[in-house]
């Protein structure tokens, strides 16, 4: 309800206020998922090491985990011996897939092809995964 008896230039500044609080409530409504969209995913950021048990990857298999925000790919290429890469695709980004026969890391989107050491075999990605730092202490792989 508005006071009649306030002159024109409050009433006018009254709305005026009224109208940019909703303005400003709208716009942070619209725009926070798309700040969180455009946001790096900071979800494990702090956290330099990860540890997993080294029986969480098969000899001939892959683990697929997150690590400082990010999906990362660890594999037993043979007995006692391990490789971690980032999964996600150099091409445009999609996550890779372990293929455990022929043994390699296929990528969904535009099939491309990466092994075991992360080089690519084939399709459009332009340079290899990204490794990452694996260390197997004890029954424990530390990745990071
Ligand atoms: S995003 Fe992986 S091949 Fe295109």
Known sequence: ???DSLPPN???FFLTIILGGLSTALAVVAGWPLFRFLSPDTGGADVEIVEIPRAS???GGAHFLTYRGRPVVVLQKSAGEFAAFSAVCTHL???VKWVSDP???LCPCHAGRFSTDGAVLGGPPPKPLEPIPVVLAGDL???G
């Open 103 to 105: 043994g390699e890391f």
């Open 1 to 3: 309800m508005v006071n």
């Open 10 to 12: 409050q009433r006018r």
């Open 57 to 59: 990857v098969d000899v």
């Open 141 to 143: 792989l530390r990745i």
């Open 93 to 95: 980004g999609c996550i």
